[in-house]
């Protein structure tokens, strides 16, 4: 059974900093590449980053770039979202996604992800 467990949510100030992992079990997951997505309250499901499946690649959506950092540990089948620099509009459940894809081109389209996790909450405020 194959499972992305994501982890690392919770409350922080804005200017604040928190790690997202997400923890796959049950599949390769140096054949996928892996993106983040959030979604906030009323809002469509955001694609915010990618990492190719081998690591030499990456992706940011225009509103994290300089602020997040995705990175893999295909040994530990993890991925992270280092968050710096949280700001309010980042609040939103954050979901990791795989799809079976060496690279990043298209990232944002949900509909081609083979797996997601259940998401975990980030909420930045004061």
């Known amino acids: 059974q194959v499972r992305l467990v994501e982890s690392g949510g919770g409350l922080v100030q804005p200017g604040g900093s928190l790690r997202l992992s997400c923890a796959a079990s049950g599949l390769r997951l140096d054949y996928y590449a892996i993106s983040w997505f959030r979604q906030a309250p009323g809002k469509e499901r955001e694609g915010i980053s990618c990492?190719?499946?081998?690591?030499?690649?990456?992706n940011y959506a225009g509103s994290v770039k300089g602020r997040f950092t995705i990175s893999r540990d295909n040994a530990e089948n993890t991925v992270y979202l280092q968050m710096t620099g949280l700001k309010p509009e980042d609040t939103a459940v954050y979901y990791c996604?795989?799809?079976?894809?060496?690279?990043?081109?298209?990232?944002?389209?949900?509909?081609?992800?083979?797996?997601w996790g259940q998401g975990t909450q980030v909420t930045v405020s004061t």
């Open positions: 996604a795989a799809r079976r894809y060496t690279y990043c081109s298209g990232y944002t389209k949900t509909y081609e992800y083979d797996y």
């Open positions: 990492i190719s499946s081998g690591g030499g690649s990456t």
